[in-house]
């Protein structure tokens, strides 16, 4: 069955069949699925009141060792965004009362983040909603073919990272 990538790849190769086209056969899918990926995980995550940024530092403090804290460098670490974003994410989720910020007990000029009970609540609500999210955008893959799938993704990150 052939896809919109097919068509852009045989009019390349009828337009220039001196390059190797190969590369947008992968990549414009990925391209492609990503953003089928982030529309569903975006309306997953309103649903919850949530987005995909709010969603992130709340999943990682939820998964984090109990009592579910973390250093606003911790969270940056995770999420890979830069201090500015973490400081305005968790200013949003310290308004709704998702997360509270103390002093640090070890170190005086630090911050812990913390996950409140109502934030805890959410993210256990929204999870089960994202998992399902995601079995139905790889519905189409058997769990062996997931798990190829992710194998190959990793290997690629990790020779691009």
Do not use: Y
Request: with cysteine; aromatic share 2%.
């Amino acid at each position: 069955m052939a896809d919109h990538v097919d068509l852009v790849l045989s009019q390349w190769h009828a337009r220039r069949p001196d390059l190797d086209v190969s590369p947008m056969a992968v990549l414009g899918r990925l391209n492609r699925f990503a953003r089928v990926v982030e529309a569903a995980q975006r309306e997953t995550f309103a649903r919850h009141g949530l987005d995909r940024a709010s969603f992130d530092v709340l999943a990682t403090l939820r998964r984090s060792d109990p009592p579910h804290c973390l250093t606003p460098t911790e969270l940056m670490r995770s999420s890979m965004v830069t201090s500015g974003a973490i400081t305005q994410r968790l200013d949003r989720l310290e308004a709704r009362g998702l997360v509270t910020r103390k002093p640090s007990e070890v170190d005086g000029r630090g911050v812990v983040v913390s996950l409140t009970e109502e934030g805890q609540r959410l993210v256990d609500a929204a999870l089960p909603d994202h998992l399902a999210t995601g079995h139905r955008l790889l519905a189409a893959l058997d769990p062996a073919g997931r798990d190829a799938l992710a194998d190959v993704l990793r290997t690629l990150l990790e020779s691009a990272e």
